[in-house]
């Protein structure tokens, strides 16, 4: 996801996406602990998806 998709998604839509990859994010962690993430390089692009929409949250925040 791109960051101006992420940009001209409305705030609900954010914190629910927000959410989804924070659970994609425990979710990863857990199969990571169990030996069956093979796709490692799925934590670093979530991280960033997750920071990416944080950005958006806190820049919108600072505008109002």
Known sequence: MDFVDINNLPEKELRELLHEK???LQSLRFQAREAQLKKTHLFQATKKII???????????AKQ
Not at 51 to 61: G, Q
């Open 22 to 24: 924070r659970a994609e």
């Open 51 to 61: 920071s990416r929409i944080l950005t958006v949250m806190k820049a919108r925040e």
